[in-house]
């Protein structure tokens, strides 16, 4: 199980040979099964030290699988695995019951469930942040809400809301994507984001102002004083 007790620096990839090199920096591995060519044999051969975050999403939340029930049969067999400590699932499919069966076979084996939401418009106002989020955790370990950023402001609602979270013991995730949210993944877990996600090499990003792996455990680090 991955616990997401603290900060979580999770090597993002859909090439698990990448986890060697992710070591030095990263917590875990998330493991992008919807860009993985054979993601389920990839498993079977993995045999490195890193736990991972298995995340298989639907197009409409950036992913690149349309068939929904074939996506959640991926990453239902994912969550069976023992390296596997943590799956992520989107909100929508947990309050419709499709994402339920992932959950079950999930902590059947042990692992985190990480319920996500993305808004690739725009930053809900702080009481609709508040709601998203708390509706995530009423499915799942952690509530992961990544918005996009229009301007600076908006990471600043993301911040009261994180740290609001944190100060009850509630886990959850958040981020800012696009420019204007960059900073937001260095600055996020000063106050009690739970995960954050790099890929090793800058240009394999897979999300929009991602800093690579070494660049956030830099800044996160330097930033907490650790």
């Given at each position: 199980m991955?616990?997401?007790?603290?900060?979580?620096?999770c090597?993002?990839?859909?090439?698990?040979?990448?986890?060697p090199?992710?070591?030095?920096?990263?917590?875990?591995?998330?493991?992008?099964?919807?860009?993985?060519?054979?993601?389920?044999?990839e498993l079977d051969?993995?045999?490195?030290?890193?736990?991972?975050?298995?995340?298989?999403?639907?197009?409409d939340?950036?992913?690149?699988?349309?068939d929904?029930?074939?996506?959640?049969?991926v990453?239902?067999?994912?969550?069976?695995?023992?390296?596997v400590?943590?799956?992520?699932?989107?909100?929508?499919?947990?309050?419709?019951?499709?994402?339920?069966?992932?959950?079950?076979?999930a902590?059947?084996n042990?692992?985190s469930?990480?319920?996500a939401?993305?808004d690739?418009e725009g930053?809900?106002?702080?009481?609709d942040l508040?709601?998203i989020?708390?509706?995530?955790?009423?499915y799942?370990?952690?509530?992961?809400?990544?918005?996009?950023?229009?301007?600076?402001?908006?990471?600043?609602?993301?911040?009261?809301?994180?740290?609001?979270?944190?100060y009850?013991?509630?886990?959850?995730?958040?981020?800012a994507?696009?420019?204007?949210?960059?900073?937001?993944r260095?600055v996020?877990p000063?106050?009690?984001s739970?995960?954050?996600?790099?890929?090793?090499?800058p240009a394999?990003?897979?999300?929009?102002?991602?800093y690579?792996?070494?660049?956030?455990?830099?800044?996160?680090?330097?930033?907490?004083?650790?």
């Amino acid at each position: 199980m991955i616990p997401f007790d603290d900060f979580t620096l999770c090597a993002a990839t859909d090439d698990l040979a990448d986890e060697p090199r992710a070591r030095e920096h990263a917590d875990a591995v998330e493991f992008r099964l919807d860009h993985a060519d054979g993601p389920l044999d990839e498993l079977d051969a993995y045999s490195g030290d890193l736990p991972i975050l298995a995340t298989n999403p639907h197009v409409d939340e950036g992913g690149a699988v349309a068939d929904d029930a074939e996506r959640l049969d991926v990453l239902a067999a994912a969550a069976e695995y023992d390296a596997v400590g943590a799956v992520a699932i989107e909100l929508d499919a947990m309050r419709d019951g499709r994402g339920e069966r992932v959950a079950e076979a999930a902590r059947a084996n042990d692992a985190s469930v990480v319920v996500a939401a993305h808004d690739f418009e725009g930053t809900p106002l702080r009481q609709d942040l508040r709601g998203i989020l708390g509706n995530a955790l009423e499915y799942g370990d952690v509530a992961k809400l990544a918005t996009t950023a229009i301007d600076r402001v908006d990471v600043l609602d993301l911040v009261t809301v994180t740290h609001e979270f944190d100060y009850e013991g509630e886990k959850v995730a958040t981020m800012a994507m696009g420019e204007a949210g960059r900073h937001s993944r260095a600055v996020l877990p000063l106050y009690g984001s739970r995960i954050g996600y790099a890929p090793v090499d800058p240009a394999d990003a897979t999300a929009p102002g991602q800093y690579d792996a070494a660049t956030l455990r830099r800044l996160v680090d330097d930033l907490s004083g650790a």
